[in-house]
């Protein structure tokens, strides 16, 4: 076998970004960002709206020069002559593309697999986003679900390599958004290589082997999923609220919690062991005379991660 | 920054596979000051026959790109109605409103008078005219309002008075028509008599006329909203953007919109020939294949216009004004309704150089003048430049997001 071929490909970065800036006027969208992400790895940029990871997806589709930085997709740099051999290589889902209402799913599959040299029959990707019966359904008549799923068949018409998803399940129904989970998922098994971004901590929790998450254009926190919610240093989250004043000094120094954070009212401690901090925390409240308003607990999740480094919840923008 | 692109990764499309790794030769100037690439090309991490069951099937994006375009137009019955029952529709009302009416009759006063019967007996005898005996006071607000063309009066002895306004055209011949049913009565022996060959024929009335202007002006609607209209919807839902996230090839689309519009041409110019045909009896003189080509060339020239007159606007409305506003003065100097020589000469270089002013000149000199594909080289040779230049226009001015 010749030397080439025996290089790891683990050793290669599928997607490579150093120091990318991409600025509009005054603003900085994306803010001095590095970024490698494996082949077959599913990698998920993670953050509210406005932290500047569509701008990101959207330079390393080649769809926006950057105005600083280095980008490179399969090895390979945008706007060096080599655009149309890469883009037969990339799915591409992104956030708000409209296909047009008056066409078939059949004829819209179609279309899209005219553009590839190579790839699966149309029919076999209609088949597997599990659209066979709307085959001939117009566009115009097909659920959120289903148009999403359309849209992600022509992002696998030609079975790309690299898989860029942009929000591709904002909006839909619980079951819809699974069966988009379950298609990321086969990709993956396949050995794709998958980028994509969500404001949806469940979905970057279940799909991701590892997270960036942004904020204001630069990445705050990186690693899998798990190491991310380890960083909190406690796996637990109880959240409570009381009728009246409560300081948080009164329960940050409770046995087990690692945090204490106050919020419109709402007091949430991140904790190692529940069974030990709760009756601490409903002994602390009765001692002060003050009654409990209202109690939850949860396992830690990203989006808690996305607060204790952010002060801010994901929905707020 | 998108044409660098599109133009460039076309051109080193074909010889992929000898592209030297990581792209280093084809770096633009100034490639060469940044760092070299930290990692080698990556190849695709598994064969490619696994990825998919065949890899045989093969449709060419040009043709699926006009299929579609072509499917787009039929589903839009809105758009049907505009290409195809729009200019039938103008067509029809115009020939009726101008149609040929027969020979017109001049109006003449006759003023009460005691000689007023036997000059009303004079007129008579001439089938042209229309004769209203009124009293001087009414006859004088007649004549001012122009009821009558000519006022015949004959109050006292001698000579009829004749009052008219000469610089009016139907005052004039309606004196002329007076005076000459006057003098027959009076006896006149005609020195030189001529006989008078009265049938109209087609190919110079109005709506002769007309009919190459509404094929030209339909050429123009459908060409340029052919284009327009889905090339703005396109960008507004973002499907430009879209598309060429593939390796779509940007002039593939571009040609697309226009072959479909092709497509189409024949039925919509055959709507309106036909339909003058069948209900004005119109013909076509001149050369058949002069005729197909001048709207072929005229409907690509107009499709080229409609996409440069899209190529950066970013919404429906923004294209709808810059539509209008590239459309109406063809409208208005290029003699679809009237003659375009009625304009002044130092207007004459501009309304002669506008396509439509073109295409309906040479489609009036084949279907009423019998002229000939040599007869109109020169305009086919200009709506032809007219296409080029803006085609190359649009495929360099585009905006795809």
């Known amino acids: ?317 | 920054m998108n044409d660098v692109t599109g133009e460039a990764g076309r051109a080193a499309r074909e010889p992929a596979e000898a592209a030297p790794r990581a792209g280093a030769p084809f770096a633009p100037p100034g490639a060469a000051e940044r760092s070299a690439p930290p990692h080698a090309e990556v190849p695709s991490p598994r064969p490619r026959a696994a990825a998919g069951s065949t890899q045989g099937w093969k449709s060419s994006p040009l043709w699926n790109l006009t299929r579609m375009r072509m499917l787009g137009f039929l589903r839009e019955p809105e758009a049907v109605f505009w290409v195809f029952a729009f200019p039938v529709l103008m067509a029809l009302a115009l020939g009726i409103a101008f149609r040929s009416q027969g020979p017109q009759k001049s109006r003449i006063g006759i003023e009460q008078g005691p000689r007023a019967a036997a000059i009303a007996a004079a007129l008579r005898r001439s089938p042209d005219l229309e004769l209203f005996t009124l009293a001087p006071e009414a006859a004088r607000v007649a004549l001012r309002r122009g009821r009558i063309g000519v006022l015949v009066r004959a109050a006292d002895p001698g000579p009829p008075t004749l009052t008219y306004d000469p610089s009016r055209p139907e005052t004039r011949l309606a004196y002329l028509a007076a005076l000459d049913a006057l003098e027959r009565a009076a006896g006149r022996i005609d020195p030189l008599p001529v006989r008078a060959d009265t049938q109209p024929r087609p190919g110079s009335r109005y709506i002769d006329f007309l009919i190459p202007g509404l094929i030209g002006l339909n050429l123009l609607g459908t060409g340029m909203w052919g284009v327009g209209f889905p090339v703005a919807t396109a960008r507004q839902q973002k499907l430009l953007k879209r598309l060429i996230a593939t390796p779509m090839r940007r002039r593939d689309y571009l040609l697309s919109l226009m072959l479909a519009r092709l497509v189409w041409l024949a039925f919509e110019v055959a709507a309106v020939l036909g339909f003058g045909i069948a209900v004005f009896g119109t013909i076509v003189r001149g050369s058949w294949l002069a005729f197909g080509l001048v709207t072929l060339i005229g409907a690509l020239a107009f499709s080229s216009l409609g996409l440069l007159v899209v190529s950066r606007a970013r919404t429906v409305e923004a294209v709808s004004g810059l539509m209008n506003v590239v459309m109406l003065p063809m409208w208005l100097l290029s003699g679809s309704f009237f003659s375009s020589e009625r304009f002044p000469a130092f207007m004459q270089p501009l309304v002669q150089a506008l396509p439509l002013t073109i295409v309906n000149n040479a489609l009036r000199a084949i279907m009423n003048e019998s002229a000939t594909l040599a007869a109109v080289a020169v305009p086919l040779a200009v709506l032809g430049v007219w296409g080029i230049v803006c085609f190359a226009l649009a495929l360099r001015l585009f905006r795809w997001e």
């Open chain 1, 1 to 317: 076998m010749p030397a080439a071929l025996t290089i790891p490909t683990a050793a290669r970065p599928a997607l490579y970004v150093r120091g990318l800036v991409k600025r509009y006027g005054q603003l900085a969208a994306v803010d001095g960002l590095d970024l490698e992400v494996m082949p077959g790895e599913c990698f998920g940029l993670l953050g509210p709206n406005g932290a500047g990871k569509t701008t990101t997806i959207e330079i390393l589709e080649g769809l926006m020069p950057a105005s600083a930085g280095e980008v490179e997709v399969l090895g390979i740099r945008w706007r060096e002559g080599r655009d149309l051999e890469l883009r037969e290589r990339l799915g591409i889902q992104l956030q708000e593309t409209k296909l047009s209402d008056k066409f078939s799913v059949q004829e819209t599959v179609e279309l899209f697999r005219s553009f590839y040299a190579r790839g699966p029959l149309p029919d076999e990707v209609i088949r597997r986003v599990a659209l066979e019966e709307k085959r001939k359904t117009w566009v115009v008549k097909l659920s959120g679900g289903q148009r999403q799923r359309l849209s992600l068949a022509c992002a696998l018409v030609n079975a790309p390599d690299v898989l860029f998803l942009d929000e591709p399940t904002t909006g839909l129904d619980p079951q819809s958004r699974r069966q988009v989970w379950e298609l990321v998922d086969d990709f993956r098994r396949q050995g794709g290589t998958t980028l994509l971004t969500t404001h949806y901590m469940d979905e970057a929790e279940r799909l991701c082997d590892r997270v960036a998450i942004m904020d204001h254009g630069k990445i705050i926190a990186l690693g899998t999923p798990a190491e991310l919610i380890a960083t909190l240093g406690a796996e637990h989250v109880v959240e409570f609220a009381v009728e009246g004043e409560l300081e948080l000094a009164a329960v940050e120094r409770l046995p087990g919690v690692s945090q204490a954070r106050s919020e419109a009212g709402r007091i949430s401690l991140i904790v190692r062991e529940p069974h030990v901090s709760i009756p601490a925390l409903l002994d602390e409240l009765s001692r002060r005379r003050t009654p409990l308003a209202r109690l939850t607990t949860h396992h830690a999740t990203l989006e808690d991660v996305f607060v204790s480094l952010t002060g801010r919840t994901l929905r707020d923008e």
